[in-house]
């Protein structure tokens, strides 16, 4: 059977690559291993909120709680029964993955429910209202921690689990792609697109928003699980409602529906930060002024190119360009000019405090230009890169 | 040929203090082309919306192949095999015309949502083959050179006929037809008629369609039902329609 073949093999190539991945960041990056558990994770749960907001279409803004609520039923599960059963490690996190899993899953019963009735704004606060609810009543439960948090160590030291954390991402990309190859998920797009046509069309509008939400939540409860054992202390501050936002941030970003895009946005969003936090340089007050505004009038050249500069491909790839070494030398002059201001001047900030602003101020940026996300409704692909290109160049024709 | 596929016995919906439909009784016979007309806001669209479960009626009785249908959930009525197309057309815009034919033909689906998630070869083969049967049909209705365009992107007579398409993929007993020559130009109009046409012929459909343009309806349809203010004022076959001094009155206002 050819077919077994290939899923035999590419089963194998992802096991092959999760696994190299962690050996290859344990030997050679060691300092960058949590960091790489967590872009994982965050790849999971933008992929899983895809499936709900970008594919179903229906606005979740509560993953965190889904998130959460599997961090601390597998970590409480963990914490008390570990030590009387007969599961190894690895073993025994896989069973808390489909702990988590369950619990989120019926989380995400309880929030489709009212998605049967709401729509649009309405959904989004109800989902929002549920991911502040599970918070508080996690900090006021005292089994659980309450405020100070819950210890997850039943192996005694953190597991080394980077492999199982990308294996759960790839298992959960494999499953939104594999819905989106059938004409299983095409009524999921039906429902995002007109919910009266479809119900029209035969489409049963109400467990198909269920069952995205029980997907979606599913596995953001596995990611949680595995959050929870990696970390080894898990705290209701760490399911914040801005976990929410950088999720729900990450699919818009990324393209609202598309997987790849939610893939890359949500690795690139959680490195930006990352990485300016190492960042620790000193700067002059009048240089970051200057830089924001050198960055406005690049922006406002991008616009202008944007909007009124239909040449060929080449042209349009130099004018971007111009813009670019414009506001570099903008950027040069007013730090200079701004230099004579000594209250400016004299204030000199870190990088890393700025990180925050610098993380706001691309996403602006990227919604000002693309604000249908990076990849729109479409996928990644060779075949699409060339189309788009294509397509550029045909403006000109 | 003498079945009865639709009946209608004294079907009333009010919106508080306004009777929308008001006792309205027709019946449909297997391979009928019946035209539902009357002037704006008598009523028509809402009568499709009862009939496809989008209200629930306040009285009466919608029978459909011997079942009360009335205030049964909208995707139901669907798989018992009635579909409807919109007056303001309502394709899903961000899907190709093929999957969007895809979406209608879903409806008979066998397979299981988790063997499509562990992509299995069942569910393989079944999309396989609903698209196969989605391109057909596309052939059938001449919008097969477009198949993998946006379905956004299609000119508005062409949305029109998928909107056609994608109902007849549920493989319908009963299709509805709301205004489907709204803003059509004479061609296409004519076009649209011998679609029509065809869909009773040679697909055995009954049709039931609302339609203001005269010259299309008193061309297409052999039964037509006039509603006025929710409530019918004629019923009969063209000829009968267009003396009928009532229809003449609700349409060109009273004799002097």
Redesign the interface.
């Known amino acids: 059977m050819k ?1 077994w073949g290939v899923r035999l093999l590419s089963f194998v190539l992802a096991f092959g690559f999760v696994y190299g991945l962690d050996v290859v960041t344990q030997t050679a990056f060691p300092n960058l291993y949590r960091l790489a558990v967590l872009a994982g994770l965050y790849v999971t749960l933008a992929v899983s909120l895809n499936l709900i907001n970008g594919i179903t279409g229906q606005f979740s803004i509560g993953h965190a709680a889904f998130y959460m609520i599997g961090a601390y039923a597998a970590g409480f599960v963990s914490q008390h029964m570990y030590a009387s059963q007969p599961l190894g490690p690895v073993l025994w996190l896989v069973v808390m993955m489909a702990v988590g899993a369950v619990f989120a899953a019926i989380a995400g019963i309880v929030v489709g429910l009212p998605s049967l009735r709401l729509r649009g704004d309405y959904l989004a606060i109800v989902t929002l209202g549920f991911g502040e609810i599970m918070r508080i009543v996690v900090q006021n439960v005292d089994p659980l921690g309450g405020a100070y948090g819950l210890n997850v160590k039943p192996f005694g030291e953190p597991p080394k689990i980077l492999w199982l954390v990308w294996l759960l991402a790839v298992l959960c990309i ?2 939104c792609r ?2 989106l ?7 999921f ?2 429902v ?3 919910e ?10 109400s467990s198909v928003k269920v ?1 995205a939400f029980v ?1 979606g939540s599913a596995f953001a409860g596995a990611a949680g699980a595995l959050l929870a054992h990696s970390e080894t202390f898990i705290s209701p501050d760490t399911f914040k409602m801005d976990v929410s936002f950088i999720i729900l941030t990450m699919v818009v970003l990324g393209g609202t ?1 598309s997987i790849t895009g939610s893939i890359m946005a949500a690795v690139a969003l959680f490195a930006i930060p990352e990485w300016l936090r190492t960042m620790q340089v000193m700067i002059p007050g009048s240089s970051i002024v200057a830089g924001i505004l050198a960055v406005g009038i690049m922006v406002s050249g991008f616009r202008w190119v944007q909007n009124n500069y239909h040449e060929s491909v080449s042209k349009r790839i130099g004018a971007y360009l111009a813009c670019v070494v414009g506001a570099a030398v903008a950027a040069v002059v007013l730090s200079f000019v701004l230099a004579f201001i000594p209250q400016l001047a004299q204030q000199r900030l870190d990088v890393a405090m700025l990180r925050m602003v610098i993380f706001s101020m691309v996403l602006i940026i990227l919604m000002l230009l693309r604000p249908q996300g990076v990849f729109a ?1 479409h996928e990644f692909s060779w075949d699409w890169l060339s189309k788009v290109l294509r397509a550029r160049k045909g403006v000109t024709a | 040929m003498n079945e009865t596929v639709l009946t209608l016995t004294n079907a009333t919906i009010r919106f508080g203090g306004l009777v929308a439909v008001n006792n309205v009784s027709f019946s449909l016979q297997k391979g009928d082309l019946f035209g539902l007309i009357g002037p704006n806001g008598a009523g028509k669209t809402t009568c499709f919306n009862l009939i ?1 479960g ?1 209200y629930r009626p306040t009285s009466g009785v919608i029978d459909f192949k011997g079942q009360n249908i009335g205030g049964l ?3 139901k009525i ?2 018992l095999g009635i ?2 197309t ?1 007056q303001n057309i ?6 190709s015309v093929l ?1 969007n034919v ?6 008979r ?1 066998t ?1 299981s ?1 988790a063997s ?4 299995l ?1 069942p ?2 083969k ?2 396989r083959a ?2 196969q049967e989605a391109f057909e049909l596309l052939e059938v209705m001449d919008l097969s050179d477009v198949a993998s365009v946006r379905s956004a992107d299609l000119p508005y007579g062409k949305q029109r006929r998928l909107e056609i398409a ?2 007849m993929a ?1 493989q319908p007993e009963l299709i509805l037809l709301d205004e489907p020559a709204a803003g059509m130009n004479q061609k296409e109009k004519e076009d649209l008629q011998s679609t029509v046409r065809r869909i009773r012929d040679d697909f055995g459909k009954t049709v039931l369609l609302i339609e203001h343009d005269m010259r299309f309806v008193m061309g297409l349809c052999e039964r037509i039902f006039v509603l006025d203010h929710g409530e019918e004022i004629a019923q009969g076959p063209p000829e009968a329609i267009r003396n009928d001094p009532k229809v003449i009155e609700a349409y060109l206002g009273e004799a002097v």
Not at chain 2, 102 to 107: E, K, N, P, S, T
């Open positions: 077919f494999a499953v594999n819905l190859k059938t004409s299983h998920g095409l009524p797009i039906a995002r697109e007109d009266v046509a479809s119900a029209a069309m035969g489409v049963k509008t069952t997907i529906g409704h | 496809t989008v959930p909208p995707a669907a798989t579909c409807r919109f309502r394709l899903f815009p961000a899907l999957e895809v979406v209608g033909a879903f409806l689906h397979t949502l499509a998630l562990c992509y070869p569910s393989i079944e999309t609903l698209r994608r109902a549920t």
